[in-house]
């Protein structure tokens, strides 16, 4: 028998609580949703704008959340599966589903993550909490189909438009896109400002309402 140390405990009350807060502010206007983009930055940043997305799943629904997240960690042309069998939550442990696993895997356009890889990289990470409170009512029924997204040319893109359509085709499943909207700032060498917007906090707004429109 293992034992959870009182202060991953802790740790996981607190974020089921905040979980709960932020979506229990959010309305529920398109659900069942059968894709959702989220962002991936932390939780003080960007969790009550995530709850929005997250309060379009329905759980009674969704069997299969396949999540794709950009790699920001090592370079890659193509996309790459996980090397795991289980993504470990505060919350509760999400199984990976290891049979479309194989499906995707006999395809030869995917490459294995290290687990080096798949620790260090937080675009799929941000999303495993939220995965999980928005299906914890079915919990026992759910599964996950983690996919690393590189930089894709427009050919590739298409390539794996086509093989991942037959899987949003069915509507037990659910597409997590995870994203990063404008990343505005010196750091990410994106200093983009429209004058015509007024001050730059409302031209990077601006910038963020045009992503929500495509």
Known sequence: MFLTPLSSLSAGSQLNTQLEGWLSQAQ???????????????YS???ACAAHAYKQID?????RVFILGPSHHVPLSRCALSSAEVYKTPLYDLRIDQNVYADLWKTGMFERMSLQTD??????????PYTAKAMESH??????????????????????GKLLSRYLADPSN????????CHWGQRFRYTYYDEAQGEIH???EHLDKMVNTF
């Open 28 to 42: 529920s206007t398109i659900s069942p949703a059968r894709a959702i983009i989220a962002p991936h930055a932390g």
């Open 45 to 47: 940043y960007c969790g």
């Open 59 to 63: 759980p009674s629904v969704t069997r």
């Open 119 to 128: 620790e260090d990289e937080h675009s799929i990470e941000m999303h495993l």
């Open 139 to 160: 919990k026992d029924e759910l599964s996950i189909v983690p996919v690393l997204v590189g930089a894709l040319s427009e050919s590739k893109e298409q390539d794996y």
């Open 174 to 181: 659910l597409f997590i896109i995870s994203s990063d909207f």
């Open 202 to 204: 409302r031209s990077i």
